[in-house]
Every structure is written in C-alpha cells, then in structure tokens.
C-alpha cells in the first residue's frame, strides 16, 4: 500500500507570493491533518479534514487554508507568504475517526526569500 | 488550547543505559497521548501511545507512565541501543478527531 504521498517536496518562492501544496492519503484514509515543522518549534497544528469537512482549526493567520477533496487529497494554501513561514509542512492521514495512529508524508520544504 | 511541554530538548547516554523523557500537558481534559519518533531525515513514526484510563503502557523497551493529577506523562526506553538515536515528540488531545499538541522534541543520542 502507497504511504502518504506530498508534492512538492521542495520549493522556493518569495515573500508576498502564494503556495499551494498537495497531499495524497494512503489509500482508504478518510482523515488528512496538516502540520507546521520548524526548528525549536516542534510540529504545530494546522488544520484536520474528515470526509471534506474541517474539523478542527489550529492557531495560525486567515492566511492559511486547505481543502479536501472526495477522493481525500488534500491541499494546503499559504497566500501573502512571510519570511516565517518558511518550514517543512507536513501532511499526515489516518484511518481512525479520532485518536488515531498519524501517518505522515515526507513533507513539503517551504523556502521564503 | 493545549500546551505541551517537553524535557529535555536534548539527552544523551551510553548504550545499554535507559533514557526518560517527560511532558507535561495544560488541559485536564486531554485523554489520548502518543509518542513519535522521527529519525534524521525521515518522517515521524507512532511508537507507543497511552489513554487517559490507563496509567502505564509498555512495549518491549519502550514505556510510557502517564499521571492524570500531575498532568504530566513520560517516555521509557530502557537498554538503549544506537538505533534509539532519534529526535522523540510527546504529544496530547482532547478534542474528537485527529488534532495533536505537540512537545518540542528531544534529540536522543546513544553513545556505543
């Protein structure tokens, strides 16, 4: 079975611009959570989706937001990037409703210049 | 929301010789908390995990204590090899779904 699978895995961009990073869940995996890996910071929340719903909500700026789509992708989007979001975004899936084991993908290395 | 906290950032030890890691969580509510290994370079991986009903939890070498009261839970890794070498995360719960607080990390270095 594929494991989780993110694009891109490298990408640089500026500040002021967009980014829009993907996610593909393993296979069957209805739940896709969104994480925010900096050096000192540990792994911050983002945002989790089950079935095309957000259902819960980390503290970062309106700028952050994601989708999921029926076939559980999912997709994160920065718009109006700052230098501080540079990080390794991580895209994890599980197949439990709640409480469940978290599989992450290798990340997404989010460069601002 | 929650807030986890993790000591030591970093630890080392002689191979053979047991690591503890600790964390300490803010909201009683919490119940569910699990622990993640990441090695260099690599994703984070479940290696144990503990609900709030249970007190301790092994596996192998691996342990986890968890006290409600204190709200603090650790990590046990006794007879530690090279291989433990990896950056640890604790983290907790409390609401349905799949939402973590996560520690800081602590990079674990056994020395051979």
């Known amino acids: 079975k594929a494991g989780v699978t993110q694009t891109p895995r490298y990408l640089i961009k500026t500040r002021g611009q967009q980014v829009t990073l993907s996610c593909s869940p393993i296979?069957?995996?209805?739940?896709v959570s969104w994480y925010q890996q900096t050096p000192g910071q540990g792994l911050q929340f983002l945002f989790e989706?089950?079935?095309?719903?957000?259902?819960n909500k980390g503290n970062f700026p309106g700028r952050f937001s994601g989708r999921q789509f029926s076939n559980s992708r999912s997709e994160m989007n920065v718009s109006t990037l700052e230098l501080g979001d540079s990080a390794l975004y991580l895209c994890a899936s599980s197949t439990q409703y709640s409480h469940g084991e978290l599989f992450f993908g290798e990340g997404s290395r989010l460069t601002v210049l | 929301g929650e807030n986890v906290e993790q000591h030591p950032s970093t630890l080392s030890v002689q191979e053979g010789d047991s690591a503890v890691i600790k964390c300490t969580y803010s909201?009683?509510?919490?119940?569910?908390f699990p622990w993640y290994k990441q090695e260099l370079g690599k994703r984070p991986q479940l290696i144990i995990d503990?609900?709030?009903?249970?007190g301790e939890k092994k596996d192998q070498r691996i342990a986890v204590t968890l006290n409600k009261t204190a709200k603090h839970f650790s990590l046990h890794i006794t007879e530690t090899q090279p291989e433990d070498s990896a950056v640890y995360f604790c983290a907790a719960s409390l609401n349905t779904g799949n939402q973590f607080y996560f520690g800081t990390g602590t990079s674990l270095t056994v020395i051979p």
């Open positions: 296979s069957g995996h209805r739940s």
């Open positions: 909201d009683s509510a919490s119940n569910y």
């Open positions: 503990i609900r709030s009903n249970v």
């Open positions: 989706y089950f079935s095309e719903t957000q259902r």
